[in-house]
């Protein structure tokens, strides 16, 4: 196997590089001809050894809301790639949930020992409309699919969120992003049908030198079956928030709380969430 430049590896023997680091990205040769790699934190180091010495490794950055799906996506990437292999972002643009959203998000990170970085977009709620931002107005109840939960949509949200996600994981040398939208989203949010999820995917494989992969795992499942993933990777329910309300205790009725009982009651999985209604 030949080394490729901009790829990360792992050593095969299983040691870190310098500093203690799992994996470097693979930048050059020595005078000697030994592999150089840059490793997280801007340092660099070289390595005695054959191209055979080392294993690619698939990076993943996860769009991590908070929510019920994101965590659940970021369990499953744990699962498969490795904590040292995945990297949570989480946006505040300026939601009315965003802050319990942030603090649920950041304690999952915590516990799975997972890489998070906030990224703040205050221009989302100064300029954009929308009852899901703080400078909206109220949120309507009733179900998720509901002809008027369509005020809650913020224009172009996921497009927005995926370009700077996509430009995060060329600039850290991952592969791919991850998102977290399902069937049932396709109802009201135009940025998370099938269609939208292959262009973006295809723009941001063409817009990028590595090529990035956005891969959007639940897309042809829906909540209930999400529940079901997320009860047996051991998901911590309760660090997960998903009123659009932003109170302490989720409402109870509005559409996404009303999506999150019906998640666990056909699921089958106990609900820990305190509702008000």
């Known amino acids: 196997m030949k080394l490729k430049l901009g790829t990360r590896y792992?050593?095969?023997?299983?040691l870190p590089f310098s500093f203690g680091e799992p994996y470097g990205e693979f930048v050059g040769r020595t005078a000697q001809g030994w592999p150089r790699f840059d490793l997280p934190g801007r340092k660099t180091c070289a390595v005695n050894g054959t191209d055979d010495g080392f294993s690619q490794v698939f990076g993943h950055v996860v769009?991590?809301?908070?929510?019920?799906?994101?965590?659940?996506?970021?369990?499953?990437?744990?699962?498969?790639?490795?904590?040292?292999?995945?990297?949570?972002?989480?946006?505040?643009?300026?939601?009315?949930?965003?802050?319990?959203?942030?603090?649920?998000?950041?304690?999952?990170?915590e516990e799975l020992g997972v890489l998070?970085?906030?990224?703040?977009?205050p221009f989302v709620d100064a300029l954009f409309k929308s009852d899901l931002l703080i400078s909206g107005g109220?949120?309507?109840?009733?179900?998720?699919?509901?002809?008027?939960?369509?005020?809650?949509?913020?224009?172009?949200?996921?497009g927005i969120m995926l370009s700077i996600a996509c430009g995060l994981a060329e600039s850290w040398a991952?592969?791919?992003?991850?998102?977290?939208?399902?069937?049932?989203?396709h109802a009201i949010y135009p940025d998370c049908t099938t269609g939208?999820?292959?262009?973006?995917?295809?723009?941001?494989?063409?817009?990028?030198?590595?090529?990035?992969?956005?891969?959007?795992?639940?897309?042809?499942?829906?909540?209930?079956?999400?529940?079901?993933?997320?009860?047996?990777?051991g998901v911590n329910w309760n660090e997960t928030y998903s009123?659009?309300?932003?109170?302490?205790?989720?409402?109870?009725?509005?559409?996404?709380?009303t999506e999150r009982k019906e998640a666990f009651e056909i699921a089958g999985i106990e609900d820990p969430t305190t509702y008000k209604n």
């Open 10 to 14: 792992k050593r095969n023997d299983g």
């Open 63 to 109: 769009v991590l809301s908070g929510g019920m799906d994101s965590t659940v996506a970021l369990y499953n990437a744990v699962d498969k790639l490795g904590k040292e292999n995945v990297r949570a972002i989480t946006f505040n643009y300026g939601s009315k949930h965003n802050a319990k959203e942030y603090r649920c998000a950041s304690n999952t990170c």
């Open 116 to 121: 998070h970085q906030r990224i703040d977009l």
């Open 138 to 158: 109220g949120i309507p109840d009733g179900h998720y699919a509901d002809e008027n939960m369509k005020s809650t949509v913020v224009p172009f949200r996921n």
């Open 174 to 185: 991952f592969d791919c992003v991850v998102i977290g939208n399902h069937e049932g989203d």
């Open 196 to 233: 939208f999820i292959d262009s973006m995917g295809l723009a941001m494989r063409d817009g990028t030198y590595k090529q990035i992969e956005l891969i959007s795992p639940f897309n042809r499942i829906r909540k209930e079956d999400i529940a079901v993933i997320g009860d047996r990777l």
């Open 243 to 257: 009123c659009y309300k932003g109170d302490v205790e989720h409402c109870g009725t509005c559409g996404t709380c």
